[in-house]
């Protein structure tokens, strides 16, 4: 697993929030450095009612980004997909290391991010202050009961098989940066991004072959892969109706409909069900790819849910 760490210029407040993302199936960690920029920006240090990142990290699923690229020869010999399950255990790892000893920690996911950031989480209850764990944003989650799944089979079978067949069969090699961005700029769904996130694809997600052409980092085969791989969304939202009553969870959601449809969304937060959401929040002009098209409205979004972590302050008065 490959991350990055980002800090703000200047001070940074030991008694901020550390903030850690996990991206979408088919994106790599520097797809949300738009949202951590305006983050910090946002940041007030020296501010006693208002939020403060001390840090950022953002992760590449095992198959993804520089982790693809680093873990290629080791994917040529499996045959399985690998799962949000794989990538779990690392992100766990991390929540242990010395790397956040001490932190408040805040875990942010996009659609299947979501999932692992969930599971991730899960791994430390019932008692999630012990890993420090103070909030849980879920932007555009995929998460489905299995009974749901199964009452709109047709439907949800009919996404699936659309995104395999898309990721699968289209084109993964170009013969410059300049030509892939160019490529790009001009097909769905890529001509609705941001312009930097759409940069950052070309800079980040792609790598260079020997004879001078690039290639996305993440095989398109090992992306499609991921499509399928609904257990852990099966079994998340499970976890989530526990980590609803230890911590706040947040869910982001785009206005444009076009993955997940509204009674996915009505039935992630759910109260009856035991998932009371501290927070719904919709985003203008998005849609599932809120991350890639809306950076900066997904961004505001969450400074108003980091506005309502409590103070390190608060936190040792209530003990």
């Avoid at 790397?99 to 996911?109: E, F, K, N, P, S």
Wanted: glycine share 6%; charged share 25%.
């Amino acid at each position: 697993m490959t991350a990055k760490r980002y800090r703000p210029y200047g001070i940074s407040p030991v008694d901020g929030l550390t903030l850690l993302f996990f991206h979408c199936i088919g994106a790599h960690k520097e797809q949300w450095e738009p949202v951590i920029a305006y983050l910090f920006s946002q940041s007030q240090p020296s501010s006693l009612d208002h939020f403060k990142v001390r840090e950022a990290w953002a992760f590449d699923w095992p198959t993804h980004g520089e982790a693809g690229v680093l873990n290629l020869a080791s994917l040529e010999q499996r045959s399985d997909s690998v799962s949000v399950y794989d990538w779990v255990p690392g992100v766990v790892q991390f929540l242990r290391s010395k790397h956040v000893q001490g932190h408040r920690i805040v875990l942010c996911g996009h659609s299947a991010g979501a999932g692992t950031a969930v599971h991730a989480a899960a791994e430390f209850l019932p008692n999630l202050s012990f890993a420090r764990i103070t909030g849980l944003i879920l932007v555009e989650p995929t998460l489905i009961t299995r009974e749901l799944f199964n009452e709109n089979f047709e439907d949800r079978m009919s996404q699936m098989e659309f995104a395999i067949t898309a990721t699968s069969s289209r084109r993964d090699r170009w013969k410059s940066r300049p030509d892939a961005l160019l490529y790009f700029q001009k097909r769905f769904p890529w001509s609705m991004w941001d312009p930097r996130i759409l940069r950052s694809y070309v800079e980040h997600g792609l790598y260079e072959l020997e004879d001078g052409s690039v290639a996305l980092k993440c095989d398109k085969k090992r992306e499609a892969e991921g499509f399928p791989d609904v257990d852990p969304h099966f079994e998340g939202i499970l976890c989530l109706s526990e980590i609803c009553h230890a911590i706040p969870v947040h869910a982001v959601w785009g206005t444009r409909n076009d993955l997940v449809p509204d009674f996915i969304q009505d039935a992630l937060s759910d109260a009856s069900e035991g998932r009371p959401m501290a927070s719904v929040t919709k985003v203008k002009r998005a849609g599932h790819m809120i991350v890639q098209e809306q950076p900066i409205g997904l961004a505001q979004a969450i400074c108003d849910i980091l506005e309502t972590v409590p103070s390190i302050s608060v936190e040792r008065s209530k003990l």
